[in-house]
Structure formats: C-alpha cells, structure tokens
C-alpha cells in the first residue's frame, strides 16, 4: 500500500505523522498547498530530537524522499566534467578533479562532506539555508539518529561533555541521499583577525578527510566550501587552502604505492557564483 501513495499523499502522511510525533506543535495548522507542507516537514524534521520513529512513517518518509531526490534530479559522477575538460585546465591532477555548482546533496558520489558542528547533530534551526541542515533533511531523520549514536560512544569513552575538535571527521551512511557516505567534519570558526592556526586547521579538514576516504576505500568525494559562510573564514583564502591541500594529497597518493585509483574524483562544490569563480580562476592559474 505504502508503494501505491502519491508524493502527495506520502507528503500528506508524512505532515501529519510528524505533527503528532511533535508535542509542541501536535495542534499546528496544516497549510493547503504543497509547497507550505513540505515546508512545515521539513522543519518538523529540522527540529527533532534523536529518537526511534515508527516502522511505517521511516518507510514512507525514506520513499518520499526517493521521490525528491528524482524531482529535484540525481546528478551522475560522469555527468560532473573534471577541470581538464570544462577549463582546458593544466593542473597535474586535472582528470580527478572538479567544480560543480549547486546543491550537494543531488550528487551521486562516494561521499559528501558536510560542514558540522561540534555537537554532530544537524542543524536545529527550521528551515535554515545551511548546508547542514539540507543534508540532513533529505538524508532522512536516521542520519541524526546516527550521528547521535556514534557521539553518545564517543561521550562513554571520552566524558559527558565530549565535543567533536575541529578538522577530525565522521563517518556516517548517506541513506536516503544519492550520495553512498556523508563525511561530517568540524571546519574552524574565525573570530576577529584570520590567524595561521586558522588556516592550518581548515588544511587538516581537507587532508583527513580523504584520509579517511582512503581508508574506507572512497574513491570519489565532493567537498563543500568548509569554514565559510557563518563560520567566517574568508572565501578566498579557503579556496586557495582547498585546492593546495587536495593538490598535495593528490602528488602523495598517485604513486605506485598507493595507485592513481585509489581516489578517482574530488569535487569542489559550490553554491554561489562568486565561489564558483575563485575556483576556476586558481584553476585557470595553473
């Protein structure tokens, strides 16, 4: 039956099940359009705690969610050009490098990476525009869960009030997102004057992360622009930091010890124009 419903109906279902799952907002009025309910969704599911949903609504939402995904279109790796063809681009590593703009979480990649907090959790905020929050929200409600099992073993091993540092990834499914993995990583916070500890950190969230690719045998992963935005770290720089970091994970691991393959495709994602063009630009320099 559950496979019969419409997108609408799932939506329907869906609205209403969180509502009553919501003690605070049980009463909230449903609005009539399609457009104000999935809105209402979503930020009932931005603001859910970490807890166990029902066999039937986690079913529901996960093939509403699969019905988003081909509405709002999956994007292939073979359909994300690399540097080499898109800009004639020179760089060494032009073949297993890309920029792609528009919403990450449409890609069908090895592994994203989101920009965390330190708490893992998602972000809380109805309906934010971070990217944060639009991972988790067409991920599906077991991501938080997920990540919140994964902190409660690390707060046992660590203490109560455990924290994830800055630049030390986790690892969690991509569930209900084209994306196989999503690699949530603690970029650094800018207050004031950018400093070097700054900048090395950021460079530390780019390496680990495709370490820790390498070590889960990831062979294709899509970067978001880490520490910008609301964490301050001047967009420029950042660019400059991220294509350095990966160039150089790049020259160490084409060798014959650890093969060409090992990493088939890093892309730069990007949302807004003016990032899009620093990245060609450094691309254009080389």
Known sequence: MRDEMTQEQRLDYLVEAFKADSVEYQNLETPADAEGKR?????????????????????I???????????????????????????GSKHPHGDRLSIWQGDITRLQVG???????????????????????CIHTYAGVQLRQECSRQMNQLRIRYGRDYEQPTACPMLTPGYNLPAEYVIHVVG???????????????????????????KQGIKSVAFCCISTGVFRFPAREAAEIAVNTVSKWLDTHGSATHGKDCMERVIFNVFKDEDKELYEKLFSEE
């Open 188 to 214: 650094p916070i800018v207050y004031g004057n950018l400093q070097e500890s700054h900048r090395r950190v950021l460079a530390d969230c780019y390496r680990n992360v495709l370490e820790l690719c390498l």
């Open 111 to 133: 592994a994203i990476v989101n920009a965390a907090n330190s708490q893992m959790l998602g972000c809380f905020q109805p309906m934010h525009a971070c990217i944060d929050n």
């Open 61 to 87: 939402q996960d093939l509403y969610l699969a019905g988003r995904a081909e509405e709002k279109g999956i994007v292939e790796l073979g359909r994300i050009p690399t540097i080499r063809d898109a800009l």
């Open 39 to 59: 809105r209402i969704l979503r930020s009932l599911m931005n603001i859910r705690m970490p807890r166990q949903i029902s066999e039937q609504t986690l079913q």
